[in-house]
C-alpha cells in the first residue's frame, strides 16, 4: 500500500526520480536566475513593439505565468504560440523567444526558422539540442542552462528554470522592472512553506483521486491553473480541465448540470492578493458549484507577494499530481501516449 508520507514505499514507481525533480524547485529558480542575470543580449533587441513566446507544453509554462503575473506592468502586447507557425504580426519589431527544454521540439524549431525569415529579433531559452546549435549558428542570443537540478530530466519537471528563465530575459531587456531581491525573497518563501506545500498536497491527492480536477483561478494566478492542468495530465495520467474567474462565471455555471453523473472536482485557487471584486466571485463561484452537488477544493495560496504565490501553487500542482500518480500506482515519468503519437507521426 502507497504511504505518501515515506518516500521508500513509491520508490519502485519512481525510477527516475520525479518526485526528486518536484522538490528541487527553488533551486532550479536560483540557478536560472543567477545564469541569465549573466546573459547578454544586444541593444537592439530592446527597441521592439511586441513579445512572442513559443514553447510546448512545459516550455509555455513561462509564457502564460509572464502574461497573468505581469499584466498590469507591460507596456507590450505578448503572445503565447504553441504551434507549428508564428502569428502574422511577427516582423523585425517582434522579439521571439523560443523556448524548448530538451531543445528537440519541432514546433519550436519551426518557429526558430520563421523567426529567421522575418528578422525578428529571437532569443532561445534551452538546455541544449537542435535548439542551441541553431542559435549558434545563427549567432541569436541564447540562454542556455544546465539541467543539474531535475535528475528525472523530465522537461515539465523543469519548470523552474522555464519560468525564472522566461522573466530573466525580460527583465535584462528592460521589459520587465522586478528586483532581484524580489526572486530571492519569493524563493525563499517556496522553500520556508515546503513542508506545508508538500502535506497539503497529499490532501489533495488523496480527495482529488477517482474524479476529474477542474482548476479555477483568477488575474496573477491564470497562468498557474494552465500549468496544473498539464501536470494533472502528463503526471497523473488524469483528465483535467481549467477557467478563469471572472470569464467562466458568464458562461461555465450553467455547464455545472449536466450530465447528472459527471465525477467532477473544483480546485478553487484562492489568494489574499485577489482584489476584492475577484475574492467575492470566489465565494459565489463556490456557493454556486456547492448548489450543483460537485465536490470542492478550496486551496489558498501561500506566500506574501504575487510572485511568491505563484511559485508556491506552481510547487503544489508538482506534488499533488505526483502524489496522484502514485495513489494510481503509476510511474509519473512515463507518456506512453504522448510518444506513440510522436512515433506515428514521425512515420
Keep these: 500500500m502507497i504511504d505518501l508520507n515515506n518516500p521508500n514505499s513509491f520508490k519502485e514507481l519512481d525510477p527516475k526520480d520525479v518526485y526528486g525533480s518536484t522538490g528541487m524547485l527553488s533551486l532550479q529558480c536560483k540557478q536560472v536566475w543567477e545564469e541569465v542575470e549573466n546573459a547578454f543580449f544586444p541593444d537592439d533587441y530592446k527597441n521592439i513593439k511586441n513579445i512572442v513566446i513559443t514553447g510546448m507544453g512545459g516550455s509555455a509554462y513561462g509564457g502564460h505565468v509572464v502574461k497573468a503575473l505581469f499584466k ?31 531543445g528537440s521540439t519541432e514546433e519550436s524549431l519551426a518557429n526558430a526558422k520563421e523567426a529567421k ?32 537540478n531535475n535528475p ?19 527583465k535584462n531587456l ?13 524563493v525563499s518563501e517556496l522553500e520556508d512553506n515546503a513542508v506545508n506545500i508538500k502535506n497539503l498536497a497529499m490532501e489533495t491527492a488523496k480527495k482529488v483521486k477517482g474524479s476529474m480536477p477542474v482548476i ?18 502528463e503526471t497523473s495520467k488524469s483528465f483535467s480541465a481549467f477557467s478563469e474567474l471572472p470569464e467562466l462565471n458568464h458562461h461555465l455555471l450553467e455547464g455545472l448540470k449536466n450530465p447528472v453523473d459527471k465525477k467532477l472536482i473544483v480546485i ?59 495513489l494510481y500506482n503509476l510511474d509519473p515519468s512515463l507518456i506512453p501516449w504522448v510518444d506513440y503519437f510522436k512515433e506515428q507521426l514521425a512515420k
Aim: aromatic share 8%.
Design 72 to 102: 498590469e506592468e507591460l507596456k507590450l502586447p505578448i503572445y503565447v504560440n504553441s504551434d507549428y507557425t508564428l502569428p502574422g504580426f511577427v516582423n523585425e519589431d517582434t522579439l521571439v523567444i523560443v523556448t524548448s527544454y530538451s
Design 117 to 148: 525569415e522575418k528578422q525578428a529579433k529571437v532569443v532561445g531559452l534551452t538546455s541544449g539540442g537542435k535548439l542551441a546549435d541553431f542559435m549558434k549558428t545563427e549567432n541569436y542570443p541564447a540562454l542556455i542552462f544546465k539541467s543539474d
Design 152 to 170: 528525472s530530466n523530465q522537461p515539465r519537471l523543469g519548470t523552474g528554470y522555464i519560468l525564472l528563465g522566461t522573466i530573466g530575459i525580460l
Design 174 to 186: 528592460g521589459i520587465l522592472t522586478i528586483k532581484g531581491d524580489d526572486i530571492l525573497k519569493a
Design 216 to 233: 479555477f483561478a483568477a488575474e496573477f494566478l491564470e497562468g498557474n491553473a494552465h500549468i496544473m492542468r498539464n501536470q494533472f495530465n
Design 268 to 326: 478553487m485557487i484562492a489568494s489574499s492578493l485577489y482584489s476584492d471584486v475577484l475574492k467575492k466571485r470566489v465565494v459565489l463561484t463556490e456557493d454556486v458549484v456547492s448548489k450543483n452537488s460537485i465536490e470542492k477544493l478550496h486551496i489558498d495560496a501561500l506566500g506574501t507577494t504575487k510572485l511568491s504565490q505563484v511559485l508556491t501553487v506552481l510547487s503544489l500542482g508538482g506534488y499533488i499530481t505526483v502524489f496522484l500518480a502514485f
